[in-house]
């Protein structure tokens, strides 16, 4: 019995330092000690969770690691609502932009534009839902980049204030399109400097000032369909703004090669951009996708995604790019 008594005392002991060392690393303040349970208690099962899939991963079971993050404290209904809200699949294409089509020619078996100057550092998007404006942004980055030579974190909190008006419609916190982002950009004839118009997390009154314009775009192209068009897109035009569903599973992704049977059948509700791909000599063929979540997602912010495995999260259902 006292055998007992002491190692749930070592448990109890160890699940506050764990939570204690939580809350330091991403600076958690909470209102109330009500919240603080309720947030305890998310966190303890989210990491029960963890847990149990990284014995399977461990074992070989599956192909991906699993881990704490900045949301690890919220139900993953409230992190629907607030981060991953759903988006209607019929609205993803703007009438009127163009298809893309592949040219035909050989692809690399591989490519990382991160390596080649075309990504900026990773962002983090917060508790808004606004990762529409964020894969938006890499996107044109990419481009301007890859036009110009010229690399410049472009403002997510220009494109979140400015485009809840129609004809872009989005809806703020509450999530968006990225086709509808860029035609703002093209529209409106640029967007500014993150430097500029920093971002803030909420949605304020639209401050555009053609002075701070970092970049502009000329047409907005849309890649839908098949994983073959989007590899072709990705390796000829550069990073593309994909829309996924972001499962559970993909919340709390750590490393590896991701694959979730479950993410093909619930719709969309999250946007990110590919950045490259390649294949991985265990796992297989892989997605490169920048996410806007922090450093501390994934692998450094970003996530290896399966390719070629059935069009894995729809992630190559609604892509588009930038002309700059």
């Not at 209102?31 to 998310?42: D, G, I």
């Not at 990110?272 to 920048?290: E, H, M, N």
């Amino acid at each position: 019995m006292k055998v007992l008594i002491v190692l749930s005392v070592l448990v109890a002991c160890a699940s506050a330092l764990e939570w204690a060392n939580y809350k330091q690393q991403f600076e958690k303040v909470y209102k109330t000690p009500a919240e603080e349970l309720m947030r305890k208690l998310n966190f303890e099962k989210k990491k029960l969770e963890i847990e149990e899939h990284n014995k399977r991963f461990h074992n070989g079971e599956v192909s991906y690691e699993m881990g704490l993050n900045q949301y690890s404290d919220m139900s993953y209904e409230e992190f629907a609502e607030k981060v991953t809200p759903a988006l209607n699949p019929e609205e993803h294409e703007v009438k009127g932009n163009i298809d893309y089509t592949p040219s035909g020619r050989a692809l690399p078996a591989s490519i990382d534009w991160r390596t080649r100057g075309a990504v900026t550092p990773v962002k983090n998007q917060g508790t808004c839902g606004s990762c529409y404006t964020f894969a938006a942004a890499a996107a044109l980055e990419g481009a301007y980049f890859l036009k110009t030579g010229s690399l410049y974190p472009l403002s997510e909190q220009n494109l979140l204030d400015c485009t809840t008006v129609s004809p872009y419609s989005n809806m703020g916190c509450n999530g968006g399109y990225g086709g509808r982002t860029l035609q703002y950009v093209v529209n409106n004839g640029g967007v500014d400097y993150e430097y500029y118009y920093p971002y803030e997390g909420v949605l304020r009154n639209c401050r555009y000032n053609y002075n701070y314009r970092g970049a502009t775009a000329r047409q907005v192209v849309n890649v839908a369909g098949n994983e073959a068009a989007l590899q072709a897109a990705v390796a000829e035009k550069g990073p593309v703004a994909v829309t996924i569903y972001s499962s559970n599973a993909f919340n709390s992704y750590k490393s590896g090669v991701f694959f979730d049977n479950y993410c093909n059948s619930y719709g969309t509700n999250h946007l990110v951009t590919v950045v490259g791909y390649g294949t991985d000599s265990y796992y297989g063929d892989y997605w490169l996708i920048k996410n806007s979540w922090g450093t501390w997602w994934g692998e450094q912010g970003y996530m290896r995604m399966a390719r070629n495995r059935n069009n894995m999260c729809l992630i190559a259902s609604y892509g588009v790019y930038p002309v700059v």
